[in-house]
């Protein structure tokens, strides 16, 4: 069979014929020349593809994703989130995300509290310029288009399904909460820094101001001792800063690697045993700092003064429907805040949490 040099080879031949030959010559050599060349191209084709690398093939969620700025069309995953991403971004290359599936995307559910919080709140409407509703399902995807800006699809593992409601710490939920680990470790890695809010917080104030300035991973708290430096502070994963570097980077795959060496844990009560790690404090130098919940404030705990609030979680809360009634009750006791005289306001407490629970819902 012609190798591709030997059907160029073929080809550079006749041509040298042409010149002394007549018009058969030439008909013969243009005749041969297309033959071989037909016979090369196939076999050429299949070489190429015997010899290729096995990545190559792979489904494009599989491989890695391309360098901040290229256009990889192969990796269509990796493409589309760049051109959110970018377009999402603050100056410094900051984005806020959230993630929703189906069960809080639906109309009257979590995700239409959540933006209400942002267009009532202070100085945080324009936050939503910035925001990336991230589905987890075609549903959520659609619903995010119908009344949202910047939304971005992403796929899961064949099998899996995140559609739903997703009850605390079925395999459903945990398969979830580390699929949103592995995603933000791709949006670090891609060299944007985020604000990580779940949907079930509503932003009463902008919290940037009050983010510290020498801290690499930043989270709220569940419970929070004081010291923002406390390694013993209990962290949750629904509100977090992360500036894009090299260590958080690599501290969210030793994070997600994790997993395996803690099944049937979800990824908060993962951090609780790798943040004092040396990999993570000496070697990798990551600076953890733990949010104060008088100003990152969730139903397990928070401060009673509506005045320095700026994040509100609908935490310690089994079930949907609580969920949603004190969110609601949130923004009703942050509308009754705004429109109290400034000397009164310090009356204003909070009215929740009312239904919120961690009992489980009876059947």
Request: glycine share 8%; charged share 20%.
């Amino acid at each position: 069979m012609a190798t591709a040099d030997e059907a160029s080879a073929a080809g550079a031949g006749g041509g040298g014929g042409v010149g002394v030959g007549g018009g058969d010559q030439v008909r013969r050599a243009a005749t041969a020349a297309l033959f071989l060349a037909a016979v090369a191209l196939p076999c050429l084709v299949l070489y190429r593809a015997a010899v290729a690398p096995a990545g190559l093939f792979l489904r494009p969620a599989a491989l890695p994703a391309p360098p901040r700025g290229d256009v990889d069309p192969v990796n269509s995953e990796g493409a589309r989130l760049e051109h959110v991403l970018r377009a999402a971004a603050m100056a410094n290359d900051t984005v806020i995300l959230t993630t929703l599936n189906s069960a809080w995307a639906e109309p009257g559910s979590v995700v239409d509290i959540f933006l209400e919080s942002f267009r009532i709140g202070n100085d945080t409407r324009w936050l939503l310029d910035h925001l990336v509703m991230v589905s987890l399902d075609l549903t959520a995807y659609r619903r995010c288009h119908q009344i949202h800006r910047h939304c971005f699809a992403l796929t899961t593992d064949d099998g899996v399904d995140f559609s739903g409601q997703k009850n605390f710490m079925t395999d459903g939920y945990l398969k979830m909460m580390w699929r949103r680990i592995d995603f933000l470790g791709h949006v670090l890695a891609k060299g944007y820094s985020f604000i990580f809010t779940d949907t079930d917080i509503v932003w009463f104030r902008n919290p940037m101001p009050h983010l510290h300035h020498d801290g690499d991973f930043q989270i709220a708290c569940d419970h929070f001792t004081g010291d923002p430096d406390d390694l013993s502070n209990s962290p949750n994963g629904g509100f977090a800063y992360v500036r894009s570097t090299a260590a958080t980077a690599a501290f969210y795959r030793y994070w997600y690697a994790a997993r395996e060496r803690h099944p049937g844990l979800h990824d908060q009560d993962v951090l609780n045993l790798i943040k004092s790690d040396t990999y993570v404090v000496a070697r990798l130098g990551v600076r953890i700092r733990f949010l104060s919940t008088d100003i990152f404030a969730g139903l397990c705990e928070h401060g009673r003064n509506l005045s320095t609030v700026c994040t509100m979680h609908a935490n310690c809360c089994v079930g949907l429907r609580r969920k949603i009634d004190d969110l609601g009750l949130m923004l009703q006791d942050w509308r009754r805040f705004m429109a109290t005289p400034r000397n009164d306001r310090y009356s204003v407490t909070w009215s929740v949490p009312r239904n919120c629970s961690m009992k489980k819902l009876e059947r």
